[in-house]
C-alpha cells in the first residue's frame, strides 16, 4: 500500500512538472513570436525609405528594414525550432495563439467588419477632437512646428505620403507593444476564469489589469514627449481610449483602424 501510494504521488509530481514545463515553453514560444510580429511591423514602418519622395523624419533607414526582416525572421525560426524540440506545442498552433491573444483574428462576418469600422471611426474622431481640446488646457505646452527637429523633413514629403506612412506605419507597431500585451492578459484571465483558476479571482484580476493598463499609459505617453506636454496628455488620452476600445472588442483591429485614421490626418493636415 505504500509502495503504491508513493509511486502515485511520484506520478503526480511529474505530471505537473510535465505540465508546467510545458506552459513554460509554450509561453517561451509565444514571447519569440509577439517579438518577431514587433519586428515584422517595424520592418513595414522602414519600407518607406524605398518609396521615392519621402523623407526619414523618424530615422528610418534601409539598414533598418534589412535589420527588422532578418530579426523578425530569425525569430520565427527560432520559435519554429522550439516547437520541434520541445514538442509541446505545434508551430502553427502557436502562431494561431498569438493571432487568438493578440486580438488578430480576422472578422467572422461581415457585421463584425462593419461594427469594428464603425468603432475605429468613431474612436478616431474622438482622438482628433481631445486632440484639439488638449491644446487649450491651461499649463499645457506643445513645440511649435518650426522647432521640431522632424518638421522639415515632413515639410518635403508630400501629402499623399505622408498620409500612407501615418496609416500603416505607426499604429501596428506601437499597437502591438502598448496595447498587444494588455489584451493578451486580458484574454488570459478570462480563460483562466472559466477554468477556476485562482488567479481569476476579482482582486488578482483587476489589480493585474489596472497596473498592465497604467503601465501602457505610462509607457505610451513617455515615448511622446517630443511634442511638449501637450502631445504627452494627448497620448496618454490616446491610450485610455484605445485601450478601452480594444478590451470592449476583444480585438486590436479598432484600435488599429482609429489609430492609423488619426495619424494619417495629422501626418498629412495637422
Do not use: K
Request: aromatic residues 10%.
Amino acid at each position: 500500500m505504500d509502495a503504491h501510494r508513493t509511486g502515485f504521488m511520484i506520478d503526480g509530481r511529474m505530471g505537473r512538472l510535465r505540465s508546467i514545463t510545458q506552459r513554460a515553453v509554450d509561453l517561451l514560444v509565444y514571447v519569440v513570436m509577439w517579438f518577431a510580429a514587433f519586428s515584422a511591423a517595424q520592418a513595414v514602418r522602414e519600407v518607406f525609405t524605398f518609396v521615392p519622395g519621402f523623407v526619414p523624419w523618424n530615422g528610418e533607414s534601409p539598414h533598418g528594414f534589412f535589420t527588422a526582416v532578418g530579426t523578425a525572421s530569425g525569430l520565427a525560426v527560432l520559435a519554429l525550432f522550439t516547437t520541434l524540440g520541445a514538442r509541446t506545442i505545434s508551430a502553427r498552433a502557436a502562431a494561431g495563439r498569438l493571432v487568438d491573444g493578440m486580438g488578430l483574428r480576422p472578422p467572422v462576418s461581415v457585421r463584425q467588419a462593419l461594427r469594428w469600422a464603425t468603432v475605429g471611426l468613431v474612436a478616431a474622431a474622438v482622438l482628433w477632437a481631445m486632440a484639439e481640446l488638449v491644446l487649450h488646457v491651461p499649463g499645457l505646452t506643445s513645440v511649435p512646428a518650426a522647432e521640431d527637429p522632424r518638421h522639415a523633413a515632413v515639410a518635403q514629403t508630400s501629402t499623399s505620403i505622408r498620409f500612407c506612412y501615418g496609416l500603416i506605419a505607426p499604429a501596428p507597431l506601437e499597437e502591438l507593444v502598448f496595447r498587444g500585451p494588455v489584451l493578451a492578459l486580458w484574454l488570459a484571465l478570462l480563460a483562466a476564469q472559466q477554468r477556476g483558476s485562482w488567479i481569476a479571482r476579482r482582486w488578482v484580476r483587476w489589480w493585474l489589469m489596472g497596473t498592465a493598463i497604467a503601465a501602457s499609459v505610462t509607457l505610451f505617453a513617455a515615448d511622446h514627449t517630443l511634442g511638449g506636454s501637450a502631445n504627452v496628455a494627448h497620448a496618454a488620452a490616446n491610450a485610455v481610449i484605445t485601450i478601452a476600445v480594444t478590451l470592449w472588442q476583444r480585438s486590436l483591429f479598432p484600435a488599429l483602424a482609429a489609430h492609423g485614421l488619426y495619424d494619417a490626418c495629422a501626418f498629412a493636415w495637422g
